[in-house]
């Protein structure tokens, strides 16, 4: 079973960086499409970021233009680099692996597999 460990949340202040990892261990979703999730407090989770297995990628609304997500050669580590963050980016990210579909996270978060790391917090301070 593959399991997913996420590093790199922290806090900054409004404007800041950070850049988010995800490790996955087991076999690795190479044909998956892989992306970045995101739940802030009293909300549900959505999809901010994904990336095929071609390297495409798609992003939300809300992050486009700030977010970048990447993924190393073997597709084992995923990474979110985050800059010009917002007080509403604040929120616990997570990594997961959803069906190889069309990889964008508007299909990312209705096919996302049910196998959720432990998260890493981002808090984004005004």
């Known amino acids: 079973q593959v399991r997913f460990v996420e590093s790199g949340g922290g806090a900054v202040q409004s404007g800041g960086s950070l850049r988010l990892s995800c490790a996955s261990s087991?076999?690795?979703?190479?044909?998956?499409?892989m992306g970045w999730f995101r739940q802030q407090k009293g909300k549900e989770r959505e999809a901010v970021a994904a990336?095929?297995?071609?390297?495409?990628?798609s992003y939300a609304v809300s992050v486009k233009g700030r977010f970048t997500i990447t993924q190393d050669d073997t597709r084992k580590t995923l990474y979110l680099q985050m800059n010009s963050l917002k007080p509403e980016d604040t929120a616990m990210y997570y990594c997961?692996?959803?069906?190889?579909?069309?990889?964008?996270?508007?299909?990312?978060?209705?096919?996302?597999?049910?196998?959720w790391g432990q998260g890493t917090q981002v808090t984004v301070s005004s």
């Open positions: 997961a692996a959803a069906w190889p579909g069309p990889c964008t996270v508007e299909v990312a978060i209705k096919t996302v597999s049910d196998s």
């Open positions: 087991g076999d690795p979703y190479s044909s998956y499409c």
């Open positions: 990336i095929a297995s071609d390297g495409r990628t």
